[in-house]
Antibody, heavy 121, light 107 residues
Framework: QVQLKESGPGLVQPSQTLSLTCTVS????????VHWVRQPPGKGLEWMGR???????SYNSALKSRLSISRDTSKNQVFLKMNSLQTDDTGTYYC???????????????WGQGVMVTVSS | DIQMTQSPSSMSASLGDRVTITCRAS??????LSWFQQKPGKSPRRMIY???NLAAGVPSRFSGSRSGSDYSLTISSLESEDMAIYYC?????????FGSGTKLEIK
């Protein structure tokens, strides 16, 4: 069945780099786009960026200078790296998928469980 | 960036009530509008896609509609399990943008 699972360190020091992994199963990264969405505690959802099925990426301009998304299709993994972390980067980070066929019917139908990241010294 | 103005930010309703939540887009987004439900400690769940299409497994009391640049999520008869925060999302243009959320509580 379709699954996405985020993993990474729960605690990151300010100014350091966050590295997260989204491991997927039940579908191919060459047929789906994978997006990252984050949520500060008690606040709303923010779209961060996307790894396209063909390897292209798109980023939220507010984060673009700090954010990098990559993948390893052989391992069914998509990676998020964000540098210069600050306390307001604390929150839950989710990965979710978008099918390349079916238009908006295939958008964000499955999500990972999320990983909580705390930025603190 | 496209702004999604969601209202109300919170509301309280009784079981059986009809509830409507609205998002207004700052630019034309066609039908590239989805609605998500999020319960405490859980990942978002897609409820509506393409403005009016019910996602798989979602109860039929949920529906979506569009009037110009205004998009609505309606629950025809509120049930206790519907207590959650609801978000709209536009996906016509990057960056995708979410509404600020509506917290729905049961009276």
């Amino acid at each position: 069945q379709v699954q996405l699972k985020e993993s990474g360190p729960g605690l990151v020091q300010p100014s350091q780099t966050l590295s997260l992994t989204c491991t997927v199963s039940g579908f191919s990264l060459t047929s789906y786009n994978v997006h990252w969405v984050r949520q500060p505690p008690g606040k709303g959802l923010e779209w961060m960026g996307r790894m396209r099925y063909n390897g292209d990426t798109s980023y939220n301009s507010a984060l673009k200078s700090r954010l990098s998304i990559s993948r390893d299709t052989s391992k069914n993994q998509v990676f998020l790296k964000m540098n210069s972390l600050q306390t307001d980067d604390t929150g839950t980070y989710y990965c979710t998928r978008e099918g390349i066929y079916g238009g908006y019917s295939a958008l964000f139908d499955y999500w990972g469980q999320g990983v909580m990241v705390t930025v603190s010294s | 960036d496209i702004q999604m103005t969601q209202s109300p930010s919170s509301m309280s309703a009784s079981l059986g009530d009809r509830v409507t939540i609205t998002c207004r887009a700052s630019q034309d987004i066609g039908n590239y509008l989805s609605w998500f439900q999020q319960k405490p400690g859980k990942s978002p769940r897609r409820m509506i896609y393409g403005a009016t299409n019910l996602a798989a497994g979602v109860p039929s009391r949920f529906s979506g509609s569009r009037s110009g640049s205004d998009y609505s999520l309606t629950i025809s008869s509120l049930e206790s399990e519907d207590m959650a925060i609801y978000y709209c999302l536009q996906s016509i243009q990057y960056p995708f943008t979410f509404g600020s959320g509506t917290k729905l509580e049961i009276k």
